[in-house]
């Protein structure tokens, strides 16, 4: 298993372009996460998803949207990219078992966003 | 929402001695669970150790271990023998038992290991 890949590891961005981070998980978890990382800062939830079809905002999702139409991916869009949005951006996922949230979380390495 | 609070931005330790890294969160609830992740300088989140709220038994994964105090919502994270290969920045993290319900992550402690 690749476990939870993202492409691309680094991209920069003018103010305004649009731009889709993806990410892709191959272990058949239903739970999936974004978040971003702003430096010395910890992780924030922008949007989630707990399966296909079902997408729920986190705590920072504004300037975002999502879909997920498949199990496997779960896209991020940026229609307007600004300079707060500078930061790096991990997608992750987890599984559901016996009625329960599995509680660990399985993180991609990451994409590093910069808006200028 | 739940807070979790890492008061040690920064930590230092000489290579083999022990060290340990302070977490303390606050939640009414009474069924979740505590993780320390490792972010090293290639930024990948790795997870190091969880523990569940409902067991009094202390986590220990190999030269990891926690010290978890439920009443007191404290969950420290102990690296004996220091390794080179263990600086990084720490993160704790609560997430709630509760379906769907999203992680809280502290503001990390980086931590230096001193050959």
């Known amino acids: 298993n690749a476990g939870v890949t993202q492409t691309p590891k680094f991209r920069i961005l003018k103010i305004g372009q649009s731009m889709t981070l993806q990410c892709t998980q191959d272990m058949n978890h239903n739970y999936m996460y974004w978040y971003r990382q702003d430096p010395g800062m910890g992780l924030k939830l922008i949007y989630y998803?707990?399966?296909?079809?079902?997408?729920d905002k986190g705590e920072v999702p504004n300037g975002y949207n999502v879909s997920r139409s498949t199990t496997e991916d779960f896209p991020l869009r940026l229609e307007l990219a600004a300079p707060s949005q500078t930061s790096v951006y991990f997608c992750a996922s987890s599984s559901l078992r016996a009625g329960r949230a599995q509680e660990t979380q399985y993180f991609g390495p990451g994409t590093r966003l910069l808006v200028l | 929402a739940q807070t979790v609070t890492q008061s040690q931005p920064e930590m230092s330790v000489q290579e083999a001695e022990t060290v340990t890294l302070s977490c303390t969160y606050d939640?009414?609830?009474?069924?979740?669970?505590l993780f320390w992740y490792k972010q090293p300088p290639s930024r990948q989140m790795i997870l190091v150790i969880r523990?569940?709220?409902?067991?009094?038994q202390n986590a220990t994964e190999n030269r990891f271990s926690v010290n978890f105090q439920k009443a007191a919502k404290s969950f420290s994270l102990k690296i004996s023998d220091s390794q080179l290969g263990d600086a990084a920045m720490y993160f704790c993290?609560?997430?709630?038992?509760?379906?769907?319900?999203?992680?809280?992550f502290g503001t990390g402690t980086s931590l230096t290991v001193i050959p």
């Open positions: 939640t009414s609830e009474s069924d979740y669970y």
């Open positions: 993290a609560y997430r709630s038992a509760l379906l769907g319900n999203q992680f809280y």
């Open positions: 998803s707990v399966g296909a079809g079902i997408t």
């Open positions: 523990q569940e709220a409902y067991k009094q």
